[in-house]
């Protein structure tokens, strides 16, 4: 399955999701996208940069210290706003790699991050 379609089917798997991207952190771009309407890519490179912020960024160290894991990198982000949810998470193989999706309010979050897992299994197998 190609990555696109992979990222189809965690769109189509999670209830109300509307954008799913895959990303790469380090360089803050967007690698392949599934969504529902058409997106400015801007606007998917403002997420990826989000996602780097969030999960790398300066205050990241700070709350993997609160959380009690001193010195790593967040691997989970979630974003609540008057109008969406979005999740970021980060790949358990491959630091650089993350999917970030977008969704209503009530975005079932668990069920982000068991598709994620699978997802990034999914797209790292030959």
Same mark, same amino acid.
């Given at each position: %399955?190609?990555?696109?379609?992979?990222?189809d089917?965690? $769109?189509?798997?999670?209830?109300?999701? =509307?954008?799913?991207v895959?990303?790469d952190?380090?360089?803050?771009i @967007?690698?392949?996208?599934?969504? $529902?309407? /058409?997106?400015p890519?801007?606007?998917?490179?403002?997420i990826?940069? @989000?996602?780097?912020? #969030? #999960?790398?960024?300066?205050?990241? =160290?700070k709350v993997?210290?609160?959380? *009690? /894991?001193?010195? =790593?990198?967040?691997s $989970?982000?979630?974003?609540? =706003?008057?109008?969406?949810t979005q999740?970021?998470? $980060?790949?358990?193989?491959?630091?650089?790699?993350?999917l970030?999706?977008?969704?209503?309010?009530d975005?079932?979050? *668990?069920?982000?991050?068991?598709?994620?897992?699978? @997802?990034?299994?999914? %797209?790292? /197998?030959?």
């Amino acid at each position: %399955m190609s990555a696109a379609e992979n990222l189809d089917q965690f $769109r189509n798997s999670l209830p109300g999701c =509307s954008l799913v991207v895959f990303g790469d952190l380090f360089s803050q771009i @967007t690698l392949c996208v599934s969504t $529902r309407q /058409k997106y400015p890519q801007e606007q998917l490179d403002s997420i990826c940069v @989000t996602a780097g912020s #969030l #999960l790398d960024g300066p205050l990241a =160290s700070k709350v993997a210290a609160i959380l *009690g /894991k001193p010195g =790593s990198n967040l691997s $989970r982000a979630v974003i609540l =706003s008057p109008e969406d949810t979005q999740v970021f998470l $980060r790949s358990p193989d491959e630091d650089a790699d993350v999917l970030c999706c977008l969704g209503p309010l009530d975005l079932d979050v *668990g069920q982000a991050a068991k598709l994620a897992g699978t @997802t990034f299994d999914d %797209m790292s /197998k030959p």
